[in-house]
């Protein structure tokens, strides 16, 4: 159940201040972005209409912490047929942007913070790699990683789990 009390009204500012965000208020929920996403014809979970209809009411909380946000490809097709010129693709980044600053991030992205504060880089290298390098004459990689480190608390992205793994 959806309590309307912990609606914010004030949403929909939030969004049309962030760079990308500046139509969301054109929108007039005809339908014409969600008939035309190739997403949505995946999966019912994305639909740009329903979005954009719950930030307009202040249904912040939900938008934000929403996996489905972040399921927008990015291929202007919603924008070329939107009769309002609602740059729809811009508008999802808007909306990720106060998302991530807010601390709602999806499981994938916490786990890629994990890798970038332990490794330095998405991925770990091994002895093995590094061996492999060697014997090709590459630099082998570094393994510090409090430049990495000092970038994401800079970010507000650090989490003070990942120091002790």
Not at 61 to 88: A, G, H, M
């Amino acid at each position: 159940m959806i309590d309307s009390k912990t609606f914010d009204p004030n949403f929909k500012f939030l969004i049309a201040s962030e760079p990308g965000g500046e139509n969301i208020k054109k929108c007039f929920s005809c339908g014409t972005c969600t008939a035309g996403c190739p997403v949505r014809e995946v999966t019912d979970r994305y639909n740009p209409r329903k979005i954009i209809r719950m930030a307009i009411l202040g249904m912040k909380n939900e938008v934000l912490s929403s996996d489905f946000i972040w399921l927008c490809s990015s291929c202007y097709t919603c924008f070329e047929r939107c009769p309002q010129n609602v740059k729809i693709p811009e508008l999802m980044n808007a909306i990720k942007n106060i998302a991530v600053r807010e601390g709602y991030l999806p499981s994938v992205m916490k786990s890629q913070l994990d890798l970038l504060a332990s490794f330095g880089r998405l991925l770990e290298v091994t002895d093995f790699e590094d061996e492999k390098r060697k014997e090709s004459a590459l630099p082998l990689f570094q393994k510090q990683t409090e430049d990495v480190k000092k970038i994401l608390k800079n970010l507000g992205l650090h989490r003070e789990e990942q120091d002790r793994g």
